[in-house]
């Protein structure tokens, strides 16, 4: 059998949720806003630029108070994880030719809490959903797919070609053209 062939005791139907410790920052150390969570009970404008678009980096980091934002060793006592946090739970410095600057920033321990405590209930609601789904999709013909999920196939539809590099041809060709620009636009005028 193929070696990527999964054993047939390995598949179910069960879906899981990400298997995560803190959902707060999924294990990394930096509470993430992938949902739009942080904007939602916190501040409205994180990571929101000025003409009012999302753009993910664009303010400061946001520091989790899990263990996995704190230096992290492995059995040998290896530091294999720097973390953000001192081990007074101060976060970390940099200095930078500004001098010296937070790794990032902290909602307080509550507030992180309940990012992670709403997550988790959401994952909870959407494993009961799936799993309704697959065993329902499982004995019907016609298959069913949650509004979720049904959301996003119609958006990912309306994107004319998601994949739609240009080719390598037509960028050498309009690099070509704006030397061409460039070119006639310094011919002195006859
Ligand atoms: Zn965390």
């Given at each position: 059998?193929?070696?990527?062939?999964?054993?047939?005791?390995?598949?179910?139907l069960n879906f899981y949720p990400p298997d995560k410790?803190?959902?707060?920052?999924?294990d990394t150390g930096l509470v993430s806003n992938?949902?739009?969570?942080?904007?939602?009970?916190?501040?409205?404008?994180?990571d929101i630029d000025e003409n009012g678009k999302r753009f993910a980096g664009s303010d400061l980091s946001i520091i989790c108070h899990c263990k996995k934002s704190y230096q992290q060793l492995d059995d040998a006592q290896n530091v294999i994880n720097s973390g953000y946090r001192d081990s007074f739970g101060n976060i970390k410095t940099v200095q930078t030719i500004n001098g010296e600057q937070a790794l990032g920033i902290s909602l307080s321990k509550d507030q992180t809490r309940e990012?992670?405590?709403?997550?988790?209930?959401?994952?909870?609601?959407?494993?009961?959903?799936?799993?309704?789904?697959?065993?329902?999709?499982?004995?019907?013909?016609?298959?069913?797919?949650p509004y979720f999920i049904e959301t996003v196939k119609e958006?990912?539809?309306?994107?004319?070609?998601?994949?739609?590099?240009?080719?390598?041809?037509?960028?050498?060709?309009?690099?070509?053209?704006?030397?061409s620009d460039n070119l006639s636009s310094k011919k002195p005028a006859l």
């Open positions: 059998m193929s070696i990527y062939k999964r054993k047939l005791t390995e598949k179910t410790e803190c959902f707060a920052c999924y992938s949902d739009g969570l942080i904007n939602n009970l916190y501040w409205s404008k994180y990012i992670h405590n709403q997550r988790k209930q959401k994952w909870k609601e959407t494993v009961e959903t799936m799993n309704k789904y697959r065993i329902k999709n499982n004995k019907n013909k016609t298959k069913e797919l958006n990912l539809n309306n994107i004319e070609s998601l994949f739609s590099f240009p080719t390598e041809k037509a960028t050498v060709d309009s690099m070509k053209s704006n030397k």
